[in-house]
């Protein structure tokens, strides 16, 4: 489809994109995501994403169009000059790409997921979108299939944490829990070990017996696994550190060390 012109701010497109980018709501109410930067756009092109509309700023590298068209040959393209391009973007070095994608937000009832094979994760209302898309992206490159996350956390599909996982998004089954209590309960009962982790724990995670598919619970950056899921978990893990070590860890480097301690596992 040839590429289209877009000079006005008040472009119905650009709108839209914008108000998929600051708005949970409209997102879900819509079934769309507004994607911006390479890793996101092509990401998604790979696992059969079909954008509506692709934005591209006048200075972006087109080597890259003709895979995109191929991928997407009834997109809407659109060219906008670079200052308008930067209007979409809340980053000071916008890359030059964006697209507005059909994609599924299912609300909590309409998800029936269940761990398979793998270890999955809780996040406990982490905030920082930052870590939210860290441990997102790590979640899939160790092999996670499923990230639960309860309220108060990060919107996984805000544009900061889209950003942060570096189009893993794509790759891991992301599931909002109104009642993570009933959760963890569901799932013990299902025989699977959920593992929150605590400074004062004696067992390390290093020697802990965890099964093929635990759960670990990754608590709130300041104020940890709220209380009535550190009763319920199966077991309360410590992760070693060195005597002058900070004494407590980043939240996606402490799920980084789970999920890779059990694929490292798995793999042998």
Do not use: C
């Not at 108000?19 to 409209?26: D, Q, T």
């Not at 994609?103 to 999955?120: Q, R």
């Not at 994760?121 to 160790?142: F, K, Q, V, W, Y």
């Not at 995670?205 to 965890?210: E, G, K, V």
Request: charged share 20%; net charge neutral; hydrophobic share 40%.
């Amino acid at each position: 489809m040839p590429a289209r012109r877009i000079s006005s701010p008040r472009n119905p497109r650009l709108i839209e994109f914008r108000k998929l980018s600051s708005a949970r709501k409209y997102r879900l109410g819509l079934g769309k995501l507004a994607l911006e930067g390479p890793n996101l756009v092509l990401s998604a092109l790979e696992r059969g994403f079909v954008p509506e509309a692709i934005i591209l700023s006048d200075d972006y590298d087109r080597k890259e169009l003709a895979f995109i068209e191929k991928k997407a040959p009834d997109a809407e393209i659109y060219l906008v000059p670079p200052g308008l391009f930067k209007s979409l973007s809340d980053t000071e070095t916008p890359q030059g790409i964006a697209a507005i994608i059909p994609y599924n937000l299912k609300k909590p009832e309409e998800i029936s997921a269940f761990p398979s094979g793998t270890a999955s994760l809780l996040l406990d209302r982490i905030s920082d979108p930052g870590n939210m898309g860290t441990i997102i992206r790590t979640a899939a490159s160790a092999g996670a299939e499923t990230v639960y996350y309860t309220s108060g956390s990060a919107d996984p599909y805000s544009p900061k944490v889209l950003r942060a996982t570096a189009g893993a998004i794509f790759s891991v089954q992301l599931v909002p829990v109104s009642e993570p209590l009933k959760l963890v309960e569901t799932l013990k009962e299902a025989g699977i070990v959920v593992a929150n982790t605590g400074p004062d724990a004696k067992l390390s995670y290093w020697d802990a017996h965890f099964g093929r598919t635990p759960l670990f619970i990754i608590g709130n950056e300041s104020f940890g696994t709220a209380p009535e899921l550190k009763a319920a978990a199966t077991v309360t893990l410590s992760i070693p550190q060195a005597e002058d070590g900070a004494g407590s860890l980043n939240a996606a480097v402490a799920a980084a060390l789970l999920l890779y301690e059990a694929y490292r596992r798995l793999a042998t």
